[in-house]
T-cell receptor, first 115, second 110 residues
Framework: EAGVAQSPRYKIIEKRQSVAFWCNPISGHATLYWYQQILGQGPKLLIQFQNNGVVDDSQLPKDRFSAERLKGVDSTLKIQPAKLEDSAVYLC?????????????FGPGTRLTVL | GQQVMQIPQYQHVQEGEDFTTYCNSSTTLSNIQWYKQRPGGHPVFLIQLVKSGEVKKQKRLTFQFGEAKKNSSLHITATQTTDVGTYFCAGQPGGFKTIFGAGTRLFVKA
C-alpha cells in the first residue's frame, strides 16, 4: 500500500514570496490533515478535511494561508505572502475515517525555509 | 486553550537503561495516541489508549493511560540505539481535533 505522498520535499523562498505544497493521501482515506512542525516542537494542526469539507481550521492563519481539497482526494496548502516565522516542516497526514481515535499516517513532509 | 504537556523535553541515557516520558492534558481526553519520529523523519503511529487506567505493551515499550484520562506515560525498558528519536503523545480532548505534545527527544549512548 502506497503511503502519503508530498511534494516538494524541500523549498527555500524569500519572505513575501508565495509557495504551495501538494499532498496525496493514502487511497480511500476520507480525512486529510495539514500540520506545521516548527523545529523542536510537536506538530500543530492547521486544517483538517473530511472528504472535501473542512472539519477544523481554527489554527490556520487565514490572512496568509489557504488550503483546498478538491474532489476529496489530494490537497494543496498555500502560503502568500510568506514570513520568516513560517519556516517549518509542513506535514500532511491522512486517516481512514477521521473519527475519534483514528490512526493518522504521515507523509515525509515539506521542509520550508523562508529567508 | 486546550494543551497537552510533555516532559522531559530531552533525555540522555546509556544503552540498557530505562526511559520514561510523561504526558499531561489540561482536559479529559477521549483517547491518547503515541507516535515516534526518527531524526529527519515523520511521525509514525505506535499505539492508542482509550480506556481509563489502560496499560498496553509492545515488546520493551509499556504505555499507560491515567485513571482520570488526563495523563499518560511511555516507558521503555533496556533502551537500544534503535530507540533514538522523539516520542510524541497526541490527545483528543473531544471531537475530532488532535493536539500533539511537544515531544521528548531520546538520545541513547552505546
Amino acid at each position: 500500500e502506497a503511503g502519503v505522498a508530498q511534494s516538494p520535499r524541500y523549498k527555500i523562498i524569500e519572505k513575501r514570496q508565495s509557495v504551495a505544497f501538494w499532498c496525496n493521501p493514502i487511497s480511500g482515506h476520507a480525512t486529510l490533515y495539514w500540520y506545521q512542525q516548527i523545529l523542536g516542537q510537536g506538530p500543530k494542526l492547521l486544517i483538517q478535511f473530511q472528504n472535501n469539507g473542512v472539519v477544523d481550521d481554527s489554527q490556520l492563519p487565514k490572512d496568509r494561508f489557504s488550503a483546498e481539497r478538491l474532489k476529496g482526494v489530494d490537497s494543496t496548502l498555500k502560503i502568500q505572502p510568506a514570513k520568516l516565522e513560517d519556516s517549518a516542516v509542513y506535514l500532511c497526514a491522512s486517516s481512514l475515517g477521521g473519527g475519534v481515535g483514528d490512526t493518522q499516517y504521515f507523509g515525509p513532509g515539506t521542509r520550508l525555509t523562508v529567508l | 486553550g486546550q494543551q497537552v504537556m510533555q516532559i522531559p523535553q530531552y533525555q540522555h541515557v546509556q544503552e540498557g537503561e530505562d526511559f520514561t516520558t510523561y504526558c499531561n492534558s489540561s482536559t479529559t481526553l477521549s483517547n491518547i495516541q503515541w507516535y515516534k519520529q526518527r531524526p529527519g523523519g515523520h511521525p509514525v503511529f505506535l499505539i492508542q489508549l482509550v480506556k481509563s487506567g489502560e496499560v498496553k505493551k509492545q515488546k520493551r515499550l509499556t504505555f499507560q493511560f491515567g485513571e482520570a484520562k488526563k495523563n499518560s506515560s511511555l516507558h521503555i525498558t533496556a533502551t537500544q540505539t534503535t530507540d533514538v528519536g522523539t516520542y510524541f503523545c497526541a490527545g483528543q480532548p473531544g471531537g475530532f481535533k488532535t493536539i500533539f505534545g511537544a515531544g521528548t527527544r531520546l538520545f541513547v549512548k552505546a
